[in-house]
């Protein structure tokens, strides 16, 4: 499964991105999905996840009330809306699936992902 993260770019502080995670995988329907991070000189974390059928939703404390997780079925994608961006946003980010199919719930640990996107880089100016 191979997956392609886009949208990242310089914002200034307060503005908006749109991420898109594209694949032609036929099954990406029927996994979950997430967005992680990674900030330079630090580990990657967690920023939002998506249950498979889009139903139910996670997202870090950090990034609550300010980013939004989506999927569109139709195209095989999914996004992630970043509003009100902080400098403390600036990171790789990527978006990852798991090798299970339904798979229950949305999970936040990087451990239970199996394909990665290539990253897309977000940096936000003060």
């Known amino acids: 499964v191979q997956l392609q993260a886009s949208g990242g770019g310089l914002v200034r502080a307060g503005g908006s991105l749109t991420l898109l995670c594209t694949t032609s995988?036929?099954?990406?329907?029927?996994?979950?999905m997430a967005w992680f991070r990674q900030a330079p000189g630090k580990a990657r974390e967690f920023v939002a996840a998506?249950?498979?059928?889009?139903?139910?939703?996670g997202y870090a404390d950090s990034v609550k009330g300010r980013f939004a997780i989506s999927r569109d079925k139709s195209k095989n994608a999914a996004y992630l809306q970043m509003n009100n961006l902080k400098p403390e946003d600036t990171a790789v980010y990527y978006c990852?699936?798991?090798?299970?199919?339904?798979?229950?719930?949305?999970?936040?640990?990087?451990?239970?992902?199996?394909?990665w996107g290539q990253g897309t880089l977000v940096t936000v100016s003060s």
């Open positions: 998506a249950h498979w059928s889009g139903s139910s939703l």
């Open positions: 995988d036929s099954t990406f329907n029927l996994r979950g």
């Open positions: 990852a699936a798991p090798n299970k199919l339904l798979m229950a719930g949305t999970e936040s640990n990087a451990a239970k992902y199996d394909f």
